[in-house]
């Protein structure tokens, strides 16, 4: 199990390590086979222009999740 310290750390090292990780939710899941990491200063991230209340997971504590559905 990942605690909130384990994503306390710079995110591309925190991105390397969640591959091969097993995620689950209520017993579903599967294991992670990609990631993407963005700096708080990089303006690709949704975050970087600051906090709205879709992303506001982004500026709360350690170990949250953000999701961005994508279609297309």
Known sequence: MLRPEFF???VNEVAQELV???LLVDGV???IVE???Y???DPAA???SGRTPRNASMFGLP???YV?????
């Open 63 to 65: 170990g949250r999740a």
């Open 35 to 37: 990631v993407e990491a």
């Open 68 to 72: 961005y559905r994508s279609y297309g």
């Open 29 to 31: 899941g599967g294991t």
């Open 39 to 41: 700096d708080h200063d």
């Open 20 to 22: 091969g990780a097993t």
């Open 46 to 48: 949704h975050g970087f």
């Open 8 to 10: 306390a750390r710079d």
